[in-house]
């Protein structure tokens, strides 16, 4: 059974705290990606990574960055949380190859900073 | 513009209806879309995959492409109180950056 899990569920953080989501995934998948979901937005896209140590900005990725030292391992980080960051935090892996293939995610993280 | 529309809904039916789903895109080199299903403070799951234009069928559930149109549809057939949930569209070309492009989602909520 294909997994990919979050290291939590619900986080609370305060302002200007350094913020660290971890995401491992078990199917050795090339692809992973990091999205943000907010009420009447969707998901949009933070971060992605095709390879490990590397990594490629997705279309909102001021106030983060990411990790990538091992292929199962994603980790976002935000250098100083702050109030508009609250949100759920997605992570999703998939397969590289020539075709684009089905994303798998993770429960989410639901970060609130206060 | 965003490159996927999705009206937000919520969409409200009884147990049984026939249930539309639509999402309109913008960006000709889309050739995969994707329907994902997420329940309440869950990740989202792949519910539907077509690659180009036409229709493809899994149970109840009818996912159609018109790229002449740029338009994609859900359909659920006999919906039951258990495909209560929030619905996302998602494209994707193949060429630059592989990741998806979401809907903002709608929300369905069959009511028993």
């Known amino acids: 059974d294909v997994k990919v899990t979050q290291s939590s569920r619900y986080l609370v953080k305060r302002t200007g705290e350094k913020v660290f989501l971890e995401c491992v995934q078990d199917?050795?998948?090339?692809?992973m990606f990091w999205y943000r979901q907010d009420p009447g937005l969707g998901l949009r896209l933070i971060y992605f990574?095709?390879?490990?140590?590397?990594?490629e900005k997705g279309d909102i990725p001021e106030g983060y960055s990411v990790s990538r030292e091992k292929k199962e391992r994603f980790s976002l980080i935000l250098e100083s949380a702050s109030t508009n960051q609250t949100s759920m935090y997605l992570c999703?892996?998939?397969?590289?190859?020539?075709?684009?293939?089905?994303?798998?995610f993770g429960p989410g993280t639901r970060l609130t900073v206060l | 513009q965003k490159e996927v529309e999705q009206d937000p809904g919520p969409l409200s039916v009884p147990e049984g209806a026939i249930v539309s789903l639509n999402c309109t895109y913008s960006?000709?080199?889309?050739?995969?879309f994707m329907w994902y299903r997420q329940y309440s403070r869950k990740g989202p799951e792949l519910l539907m995959y077509?690659?180009?234009?036409g229709n493809k069928e899994d149970g109840r559930f009818t996912a159609q492409v018109d790229k002449s149109s740029k338009y994609i549809s859900l359909f659920i057939r006999d919906s039951q109180p258990s495909d209560s949930a929030t619905y996302l569209c998602?494209?994707?070309?193949?060429?630059?950056?592989?990741?998806?492009?979401f809907g903002s989602g709608t929300r369905l909520q069959v009511q028993p």
């Open positions: 960006n000709s080199a889309f050739q995969y």
């Open positions: 077509t690659y180009s234009s």
């Open positions: 199917m050795d998948h090339e692809n």
């Open positions: 999703a892996s998939t397969t590289g190859g020539r075709v684009v293939n089905e994303q798998f």
């Open positions: 998602a494209s994707s070309s193949y060429t630059g950056r592989r990741a998806l492009t």
């Open positions: 990574s095709y390879d490990v140590k590397m990594k």
